[in-house]
């Protein structure tokens, strides 16, 4: 189980987010250096960091390759370049100050299990990611799948859907991701949406 934390240099904005988080016994964090303390302490970490308070910091130990501490980035703006930047750092989550508590939650959810959560804005943004369907060789067993995570399927719900073992289901949703050249299943989501994937009608 996660603990959560709240890192920055600004009480306001710790304030904010314990206000977007009311039924969780968050951490504050004035520095990263004391959320990694905090991280190797608890061993599960996630931390909301607001994004200023990360892009000052340089060399290898702004990297966050610890499993144990898993970073959320809450931007006042989005930049596709300071995204990527951030991602190579090895953050889990980002998302936008505009950010409702919902998805805030759904975003702890879903690092929690290992996924990378982004924000709804960089569909806008995807480039260079395969537009249609027929040039893509997905099997069909993998049309199928890529129809439930149209849905918003997890895994376990893909499993029971199509009737294969989770194991498996993970299997072909990393195949997906590499056909697509995406580096997360809700960008291949996305890619599904825009495909009609997520239609009742189409036929695997």
């Not at 904005?13 to 608890?42: C, Q, S, V, W």
């Not at 599960?44 to 060399?59: A, K, P, R």
């Amino acid at each position: 189980m996660f603990k959560v934390g709240v890192c920055s240099s600004s009480i306001f904005f710790r304030g904010a987010i314990k206000g977007l988080l009311p039924n969780h016994d968050l951490m504050e964090f004035e520095t990263i250096h004391d959320a990694r303390r905090a991280a190797a302490a608890y061993r599960c970490v996630q931390i909301i960091v607001h994004e200023n308070d990360l892009l000052s910091e340089t060399g290898d130990e702004s990297k966050f390759s610890d499993e144990n501490l898993r970073i959320i980035v809450i931007s006042p703006r989005f930049n596709q370049a300071n995204l990527a930047r951030l991602i190579d750092r090895g953050i889990r989550g980002y998302q936008l100050e505009t950010v409702s508590s919902s998805v805030l939650q759904a975003t702890l959810q879903l690092v929690a299990l290992d996924e990378i959560a982004l924000p709804s804005v960089l569909a806008e943004h995807l480039a260079g990611i395969p537009r249609d369907v027929a040039y893509v060789p997905l099997s069909a067993k993998e049309l199928v799948v890529m129809r439930c995570l149209a849905k918003g399927y997890g895994n376990k719900e893909i499993s029971r859907s199509v009737g294969i073992a989770e194991a498996t289901t993970k299997v072909h949703v990393k195949a997906i991701m590499r056909k697509l050249g995406v580096s997360n299943r809700t960008q291949a989501a996305v890619w599904a949406v825009r495909n009609g994937l997520d239609q009742a009608s189409f036929h695997a």
